[in-house]
């Protein structure tokens, strides 16, 4: 049977080099013997504290595989989108290379005058203008996939120098396929109104000169291309035909205006796609 001592409970005063006595500390010492002879000794520190062990964080640890998941996802995406981007960049590169838009072109062919009279009151107090033109205009499409829809035409015909309205006419709506010319004959433009003083005083050198009076047509529509599946907004253009040269008829005969010099700009700006022209 094991036998166990147990010293004294109570502390042992040591002296202090002062003469006092100072504190110890009691350390606990238990011995037990075993059946085979053998003694252990056992210290026992009851002021002794065991070492700190940060246990790991939990949360922590799952946290991060969904950020890792997050990162991977935002990295994919925005490879996926950059990977698309490109694509759409090089298709229409290629599209704008094979297909090359561009604006459509107009030509006023001819213009006869069958009547432009300006008259005068006696006293002075009213003018009235009365004019009938009679124009041919061509429009061509110079692009091979490329189709415009153009809407009916407003035609004025006005002077060139003191911008005086001569007269207005219209132009039926049409399609222009690819590579296609469409030819209007006997587009007719008339006027018959009363004038002021200053329109009067403006005019009225032009027509009285050899030279002949300086005109300007202008037509404004709007106008939708169209590309395979792809089809533009509804946009205006006007077309200016400037360079006009009209004579007075006399008698009953037409005149013909000179159209050698006439230049037609095309103002329009469409957007199909990612082009614009």
């Not at 246990?55 to 990162?71: E, F, L, S, T, V």
């Amino acid at each position: 049977m094991a036998d166990k001592v147990f010293p004294s409970s109570k502390p042992t005063a040591t002296a202090a080099p002062g003469g006092s006595a100072a504190p110890t500390t009691t350390t606990t010492t238990t011995t037990t013997t075993t059946n085979g002879g053998t003694t252990k000794s056992h210290l026992i520190n009851p002021t002794a504290r065991l070492p700190y062990r940060p246990q790991p964080h939990n949360r922590r640890r799952n946290y991060r595989p969904r950020r890792n998941y997050c990162c991977c996802c935002c990295f994919w995406i925005i490879l996926i989108m950059l990977v698309l981007a490109l694509l759409v960049a090089i298709t229409g590169t290629v599209l704008y290379v094979l297909y090359r838009p561009h604006r459509p072109s107009f030509t006023l062919a001819s213009l006869r005058i069958h009547r432009l009279k300006l008259k005068t009151a006696a006293d002075s107090s009213t003018s009235h203008l009365s004019t009938l033109f009679n124009l041919t205009l061509s429009s061509k499409n110079p692009n091979s996939h490329l189709s415009f829809s153009y809407d009916p035409f407003v035609i004025s015909c006005v002077t060139s120098n003191g911008d005086v309205l001569i007269g207005n006419g219209t132009l039926p709506s049409f399609v222009s396929d690819g590579k296609e010319e469409s030819t209007f004959r006997g587009v007719t433009v008339a006027s018959s109104s009363d004038l002021d003083a200053e329109t009067v005083n403006n005019l009225r050198p032009e027509l009285k000169t050899g030279n002949g009076v300086s005109l300007k047509v202008e037509m404004d529509t709007k106008v939708t291309a169209k590309m395979g599946g792809l089809m533009s907004k509804k946009v205006g253009i006007r077309i200016t035909c400037d360079g006009i040269k009209g004579v007075v008829p006399k008698g009953k005969l037409p005149a013909a205006a000179n159209v050698s010099g006439a230049k037609c700009k095309v103002d329009l700006r469409i957007k199909i796609w990612k082009w614009t022209f």
